[in-house]
Every structure is written in C-alpha cells, then in structure tokens.
T-cell receptor, first 111, second 109 residues
Framework: DGGITQSPKYLFRKEGQNVTLSCEQN?????MYWYRQDPGQGLRLIYY???????QKGDIAEGYSVSREKKESFPLTVTSAQKNPTAFYLC??????????FGQGTRLTVV | GEDVEQSLFLSVREGDSSVINCTYT??????LYWYKQEPGAGLQLLTY?????DMKQDQRLTVLLNKKDKHLSLRIADTQTGDSAIYFC?????????FGTGTRLLVSP
C-alpha cells in the first residue's frame, strides 16, 4: 500500500537528549514537510524539503534539524536546544500535482 | 508572506448545515485544501479545490472559493455527530504548504 509512515507513535525524551522522529513515504513525492501541533493549536511549519539534499526552514526551525538524503525519507531531530519539545509532530508529503498526505503523527513528551 | 485564518469554534445541531470559513493571503496558491483531524490522529484530506475553480461539490461537502476576496468556505450538509472534529484549511503555493489555525466543530444531538 502507498502511504506515509511516521514512527514511533509515542516518544519520551529526557531533558538534554536529542531524539529523532522518522518519516517515510512510498508515494514518490518530491516534497516533504514537518509540522508541530500544540494542544488546541494549529499546525506550525518546522522544516520542508522540495527535493533530495535540499531543505528550508519553516516558521519555528530553532532547536530542530532535518536531512533529506533519500527521496523517501525526511527524519526530524529534536535537539536539546529545543526548550519546549513536548508536542504532536506531523509529517506530510506531496508532489506538484497532488494534495498533501499526512502520517499519523508522533507524540513527543519530555520526562 | 502566507497567512491563513479561521474562526476557532463552531457549534451546530445534528442535521443542520455547517459552514466553516477561511481566509488566505497568498494569491499564487495553486491548491486549497480542507483537512479533518480527529483527536490524537493525523490529518485526513476531505476535499480540495484548484485555484481556477469557484465551487466543488463532493457528496455532503461543498467548497466555495472567492479568489478576489481570498476567501474559502466548507459547507457540510446534514451534519452528523461523527463530523465533530477540527477542520483545517490549507493553501499550497509554489513551495510551502501553509495551514490555518483550525476550526473546532462540535455537533450536538
């Protein structure tokens, strides 16, 4: 089945740790996106990538990093510099001619 | 820059029509979308409209686009309790996909 997969579904991070959230798609989409959603809030764009080996900062990139070494994969690392990382993280992909498809999200909690 | 705005909350009775409104600012947007989010889940695409269209109907859903005013609306006919969720509009310009703040729809029996 074609789709976009995020893992893990739940993730716990200790203070000062880096953690990496996985996002994989087999839809052959060029563009991939990471969003953060806080309780009762909308989606804020963290990073996006239009093509392999290239990515741009979104509105709230500080404390996050990404890579795009393969078309199918766009992992997001939440670094220790992100002071308030507890949130719901959503990954999406799209092509020029299609709508955006979303993964089921990863809920990150700092413990 | 891009900015997408929605009202935060809408409450309707079961069987009524719901209308969720959205305004956007990027006139170069090629696609405009409506997504639905249920608690703890990702976003599910409901419908979308090309920027050169005025209206699109899909079963109980009707999307209206006023390009001059940069206004998008989603009408849900015969709203059911299962329609209770957060609804996001989004615009897709040349590079970015930008979402509104979301409208929480509450349907009461």
């Amino acid at each position: 089945d074609g789709g976009i997969t995020q893992s893990p579904k739940y993730l716990f991070r200790k203070e000062g740790q880096n953690v990496t959230l996985s996002c994989e798609q087999n839809l052959n989409h060029d563009a991939m996106y990471w969003y953060r959603q806080d309780p009762g809030q909308g989606l804020r764009l963290i990073y996006y990538s239009q093509i392999v080996n290239d990515f741009q900062k979104g509105d709230i990139a500080e404390g996050y990093s990404v890579s795009r070494e393969k078309k199918e994969s766009f992992p997001l690392t939440v670094t220790s510099a992100q002071k308030n990382p507890t949130a719901f993280y959503l990954c999406a992909s799209s092509s020029l001619a299609t709508e955006a498809f979303f993964g089921q999200g990863t809920r990150l909690t700092v413990v | 820059g891009e900015d997408v705005e929605q009202s935060l909350f809408l409450s309707v009775r079961e069987g009524d029509s719901s209308v969720i409104n959205c305004t956007y600012t990027d006139s170069s947007s090629t696609y405009l979308y409506w997504y639905k989010q249920e608690p703890g889940a990702g976003l599910q695409l409901l419908t979308y409209i090309f920027s050169n269209m005025d209206m699109k109907q899909d079963q109980r859903l009707t999307v209206l686009l006023n390009k001059k005013d940069k206004h998008l609306s989603l009408r849900i006919a015969d709203t059911q309790t299962g329609d209770s969720a957060i609804y996001f509009c989004a615009e897709k310009g040349f590079q970015k996909l930008v979402f509104g703040t979301g409208t929480r729809l509450l349907v009461s029996p």
